[in-house]
C-alpha cells in the first residue's frame, strides 16, 4: 500500500504565503502525474496544479502566477508554493499521485490539509 501524508497547512492574511508537502511512502516503483486539488465548503474538488514526469506543469486559471507545482522524485514528494493568497483560496487542500506498485498504476490521495486566508 501507498500513503500519502500532507503538511504545510494553516492560516494566513490575505496577501501571505504557505507552502504545501506531500511526501508518498510504501511500495512506489515509480510516481507519473502528481497534483493538487482543493475543496471548499459546498462548492466541488477541482484540480489546482499538476506536474506530470515529463515536467509538464498545469494550473487552474485562478491560481496562475501565484501557486507554483514542484516534485522531488528521490523523495516522492510534492510541494505547493502559493504565493499572494485571498481569502477565496480557502479550502482543504488535498495531494494526489498516480503510483505505479509492483504491477499497476493506483491513484492515491492525501488526507486534506486545510488552508485559511483571513482577509
Known amino acids: 500500500q501507498v500513503q500519502l501524508v500532507e503538511s504545510g497547512g494553516g492560516l494566513v492574511q490575505a496577501g501571505g504565503s504557505l507552502r504545501l508537502s506531500c511526501a508518498a511512502s510504501?511500495?512506489?516503483?515509480?510516481?507519473?502525474?502528481m497534483g493538487w486539488y482543493r475543496q471548499a465548503p459546498g462548492k466541488q474538488r477541482e484540480l489546482v496544479a499538476q506536474?506530470?514526469?515529463?515536467?509538464?506543469?498545469s494550473y487552474a486559471d485562478s491560481v496562475k502566477g501565484r501557486f507554483t507545482i514542484s516534485r522531488d522524485n528521490a523523495k516522492n514528494t510534492v510541494y505547493l508554493q502559493m504565493n499572494s493568497l485571498k481569502p477565496e483560496d480557502t479550502a482543504v487542500y488535498f495531494c494526489?499521485?498516480?503510483?505505479?506498485?509492483?504491477?499497476?498504476?493506483?491513484?492515491?490521495w492525501g488526507q486534506g490539509t486545510q488552508v485559511t486566508v483571513s482577509s
Open positions: 494526489n499521485m498516480y503510483v505505479k506498485g509492483a504491477v499497476f498504476y493506483s491513484d492515491y
Open positions: 510504501g511500495r512506489i516503483f515509480s510516481i507519473n502525474r
Open positions: 506536474d506530470t514526469t515529463g515536467g509538464h506543469t
